[in-house]
């Protein structure tokens, strides 16, 4: 395999930065390098990578993002697991954090810890910037000694989110362009063109076909219309959030709704058994008890068919039942899902056979989201030419009739 060269930031056992390049054959294999010359890696990024760096909007860039969270933790699993204190690990983090909101958290934390306030209840303090499951797997690494596994585990979790996540907006950006490029389109001929068409219609005489009609009350009225459409649609998505926040009855109704969709209903389904499965397994994992492990991973799903279910099996197994049986009464659950957990719920191997379930489901992701978006470039390509062909043909229809009206007289 070819070489590449990536730049590097990482720090030594004494918490002394040094930046530079290095050849190797992938990211990963350059951390690796790194962590042989007992470097511990920052960020390693390859040739060209301030063109991958995501569009940063001023005044929406303080959100804790998912791949934010992957980065810390694998940045503070590696100092820890380097030798490194806990408090100049923190004091690293707050100097490498980007975002002012990260960093004063990052700052906060350091200053519990060092008063004597274990790490977990430290970032508890801050639930905007530290999830739920973050936290209770830190605490479990903190009450069973391994720390440095728990921080390992979460970075490995929140990097295979942010991977799986990353490959699904990549593969959405052609589709969402092409839908943009086209409403843009067709408000650009209706304020435009349309008026240019229309004076020319009226110098010539003639009644105008109802499709061009259309077009030209459109036209009229798209000054006041539009900005009504993007203040009502800017509204009526906040009130969706905030509902799908507040109200659990509604969340619940449009998270299967989302699962029953065509097409899409799959892929969500699919998505929402990984993020699942790799959850449960990462908190099983570091110690978590699984009466506990259960709640945290139905309050953080992101999903309320799932949070429900998890309610289920965890009154399942508080009575002495196993997660299979009850997680067999929820649809959702594919037979196979079901299957390799009472596998691993007979062999005493739980982790490993969620671990396995994620795997699967992430790569059925990946295989149905680029299915999905081949099949969507060519119904784009119609629908796009179906826009185009549509104005025209309404623009061109008088034409004829102005032609019929000439002919008369």
């Known amino acids: ?21 290095i050849e190797s054959e992938s990211a990963e294999a350059a951390a690796n390098a790194l962590a042989d010359q007992r470097l511990v890696p920052l960020s ?84 905007e910037h530290f999830p739920l499951l973050m936290i209770n797997m830190i605490k479990a690494g903190e009450t069973g000694g391994f720390l440095d596994e728990a921080l390992s585990r979460i970075a490995r979790m929140y990097e295979s989110d942010a991977n799986l996540r990353a490959k699904i907006k990549s593969a959405m950006t052609y589709p969402v362009i092409v839908l943009l490029f086209s409403l843009l389109l067709g408000t650009g ?75 899409f209903g799959t892929l969500f389904t699919k998505l929402a058994i990984s993020r699942w499965a790799r959850n449960l397994g990462t908190l099983l994992a570091v110690g978590v008890p699984i009466i506990q492990a259960l709640d945290i991973v139905g309050g953080t799903a992101g999903n309320a068919v799932v949070g429900e279910a998890m309610s289920d099996v965890r009154d399942a197994v508080r009575s002495g039942s196993q997660m299979s049986g009850q997680l067999a009464k929820h649809p959702m659950f594919p037979n196979m899902v079901v299957q390799m957990l009472e596998v691993g719920e007979e062999t005493g191997q739980i982790t490993e056979m969620l671990d396995k379930v994620a795997d699967f489901y992430d790569q059925e992701v990946e295989t149905a ?41």
Not at 225 to 253: D, E, K, M, Q
């Open 1 to 21: 395999m070819a070489t590449k060269t990536f730049s590097y930031e990482a720090i030594d056992a004494t918490g002394v930065m040094s930046k530079g390049r």
């Open 189 to 263: 001929v209706i304020i435009f063109i349309v008026p240019v068409f229309e004076k020319m219609f009226k110098n010539l005489g003639g009644k105008l076909p109802l499709p061009t009609q259309i077009m030209v009350t459109l036209s009229h009225n798209m000054y006041w219309l539009l900005p009504i459409i993007l203040v009502g649609s800017g509204v009526g998505l906040r009130a969706y959030r905030r509902a799908v926040r507040t109200n659990y009855g509604f969340r619940l109704a449009m998270d299967r709704f989302k699962l029953k969709l065509p097409v």
């Open 44 to 127: 390693v990024t390859g040739a060209g990578g301030a063109l991958q760096k995501e569009i940063k909007i001023p005044g929406l860039g303080g959100r804790t993002s998912l791949k934010d969270l992957a980065v810390l933790s694998r940045q503070f699993a590696s100092m820890t697991s380097s030798g490194l204190t806990m408090l100049r690990s923190l004091s690293i983090l707050e100097d490498q954090a980007a975002k002012p909101k990260m960093k004063t958290a990052l700052a906060q934390v350091r200053a519990d810890v060092q008063g004597g306030m274990p790490l977990s209840i430290a970032m508890s303090q801050h639930p």
């Open 369 to 409: 989201t680029d299915s999905l978006t081949s099949a969507m470039e060519p119904l784009l390509v119609v629908l796009l030419g179906a826009v185009i062909g549509t104005m025209v043909v309404c623009l061109y229809l008088p034409m004829f009739s102005i032609y019929q009206h000439i002919q008369s007289n």
